[in-house]
């Protein structure tokens, strides 16, 4: 009896430690409207400066964890002033500390921006918008799709792409 029940406290406690290993740190969140979908792995702070730092000024990044981003427009719309098809786009973005570049790349299921130089020449279309410092720091990476616009916020910084 003594066995049974420390060998049912083994496998109880190995599997509360599998299963509190498989939660992943930045876990896949989608965000969307009628229009707009946006898919991404949704990394946190965690007491780190993000921008100029883990994620360099003037390096193309995946603009959130894991695989690459990536944006579907369910008609064709204009992103930034620019036409685009309706379709999925992996989205990338260029920080910089006043403008950030946004890309659309047709190149779907890319793991990061480890790629991008080798996948480059299917850029769709890119646009700069401003870097608008925010008073408070955000957390978590966090794309928000209000009436006419894709928005991300993370850390200090927040950019805008306005959409019709």
């Known amino acids: 009896m003594k066995h049974l029940l420390l060998a ?3 496998l109880a406690a190995t599997s509360l430690g599998f299963a509190q290993e498989k939660a992943p740190k930045s876990p896949e969140v989608t965000v969307q409207n009628k229009d707009i979908k946006v898919v991404y792995g949704q990394p946190s702070k965690r ?3 993000i921008f100029g730092t883990l994620e360099p000024f003037g390096k193309v990044w995946r603009t ?3 695989k690459a981003t990536e944006i579907t427009f369910n008609r064709n719309m204009i992103f930034g002033g620019k036409p ?3 379709g999925t786009y992996t989205l990338f973005t260029i920080p910089d500390p006043k403008t950030w570049t946004v890309i659309l790349n047709g190149k779907l299921g890319q793991w990061g921006a480890f790629d991008y130089d ?3 020449g ?3 279309l890119s646009v700069k918008v401003p870097r608008v410092p ?3 720091s955000v957390e978590k990476l966090t794309f928000s799709l209000p009436a006419g616009a894709v928005v991300m916020e993370w850390d200090d910084t927040k950019i ?3 959409v019709k």
């Open 8 to 10: 049912t406290f083994f």
């Open 84 to 86: 685009v098809k309706k």
């Open 134 to 136: 925010l008073t408070s």
């Open 64 to 66: 959130g964890a894991n």
């Open 118 to 120: 080798k996948n480059k």
């Open 160 to 162: 805008a792409v306005p």
């Open 122 to 124: 299917e850029d769709v």
């Open 47 to 49: 007491g780190r400066v």
